[in-house]
């Protein structure tokens, strides 16, 4: 059974970090976007599976809110319950911060990490039309918010 943990990332491990987010994104952040989410009020970890990156979130805390601005799988890694480990680190960090509320976007095609974030308490309460960049156009997003 591999060995899981998860920790803060910084910036001497932006590198893997910037490659899981091209593996698994078709239009992925940016690296300068992701290195300046690095500090402050964002929360970024990296899930390590026998001490090699394989997933990692953003989180970003105003107050008492907690907004997931990304969370990644590496595809090869997907479909184990990675993702699930990640929601609950942010969850716990989330409540361990005494925050009130969590809100994420999601792709409105991305059924499977919307069936993560309902399984987890999300509800959708709005939609973002034309939101991310598409193979043809534009998809829609759905934001969706948890109340702890």
Known sequence: MPQTQITT???NEIDSIYQIECAAN???W????????IGGR????????DGKAVG?????L????????????????????YGQLLVDDFLKFAKNNDVVK?????RAKNISAQMLYIKNGFMQIHRRTGYYPAKFGYEDALVMSLSL
């Open 9 to 11: 990332f910084c910036d």
């Open 26 to 28: 078709p239009f992925p």
């Open 30 to 37: 940016t690296l300068k976007t992701l290195q300046s989410c």
């Open 42 to 49: 964002y929360v970024t970890k990296q899930l390590l599976v």
């Open 56 to 60: 990692f979130y953003v989180g970003d």
């Open 62 to 81: 105003v107050i008492d809110e907690l907004t997931l601005m990304e969370i990644c799988v590496h595809p090869d890694h997907q479909g184990k319950g």
């Open 102 to 106: 969590c809100h994420l976007e999601v």
